[in-house]
């Protein structure tokens, strides 16, 4: 079986995020069904590339947040489209 690419995380990640606008690891987690360390690294990849930002709550049991930035907005409106196009949504 192919390896899965990537950015297949990251990707659905970006989606994600343009519909709910920010959220913890354990809401895109329950959300998304994508696993821990599949979230992680979809979080550090889009940071990398400047398409989200991270925060820590500052209410107990302080989470980490994220939500795009206005780069992270253009690609995953972009992305969206792709999928519709493609089928995939």
Do not use: C, H, Q, W
């Amino acid at each position: 079986m192919p390896r899965r690419p990537r950015f297949n995380g990251a990707l659905r990640l970006l989606v994600y995020l343009l519909d709910v606008g920010e959220a913890s690891f354990s809401r895109i987690r329950s959300d998304t069904r994508m696993k821990y360390e599949t979230v992680a690294r979809a979080v550090e990849i889009l940071k990398e590339a400047g398409f989200i930002e991270e925060r820590i709550d500052d209410k107990p049991p302080y989470p980490r947040l994220v939500k795009l930035t206005d780069k992270g907005k253009k690609a995953a409106e972009l992305i969206r489209e792709f999928l519709k196009l493609a089928g995939e949504l």
